[in-house]
């Protein structure tokens, strides 16, 4: 599979979070878990091109902020994946100082992964608070034509 899939599923997934969260009374613990998605992709995206984060990794941000950042990361990562060397080993010091190195492709599927992982976390909250969450499963995304 085509790893630019995978993160056009992210951007809608993520869209999807911004829509849902904005329909209901928003629990400041699930938007604050999507600024978190947010930053570390962020955050990845300044370690594979080797420049400083945008975001801290748990950034304060509002629900618009969330959306607007999210609009400029699709812009970021498709400009990324059309250069990216998927075998291409990266170096980088994680937010504990520790040196780690990784290859391009594991890291691209770990911002996939740590999305759904943290939406899932969203979901929790919202159905908690007696809401609906956001129906971002990947298959739902592909049987319904979004991507």
């Not at 849902?20 to 978190?36: D, E, K, S």
């Amino acid at each position: 599979m085509e790893i630019s899939r995978l993160f056009t599923y992210n951007d809608w997934a993520n869209r999807q979070e911004v829509a849902r969260l904005g329909a209901i009374a928003t629990p400041t613990r699930a938007v604050r878990i999507l600024a978190h998605i947010i930053a570390a992709e962020w955050l990845w995206i300044a370690r594979l091109r080797q420049s400083e984060p945008r975001l801290a990794v748990w950034p304060e941000l509002t629900l618009e902020q969330c959306a607007s950042e999210i609009e400029t990361l699709r812009d970021a990562w498709n400009g990324y994946l059309h250069e990216a060397a998927l075998d291409t080993v990266i170096r980088y010091t994680n937010s504990l100082g520790e040196q780690w190195s990784n290859r391009v492709d594991d890291v691209l599927t770990h911002v996939i992964i740590h999305g759904a992982y943290h939406r899932g976390q969203i979901a929790t909250i919202v159905r908690e608070g007696g809401d609906e969450p956001a129906y971002t499963d990947y298959i739902h995304c592909i049987r319904n034509g979004f991507i």
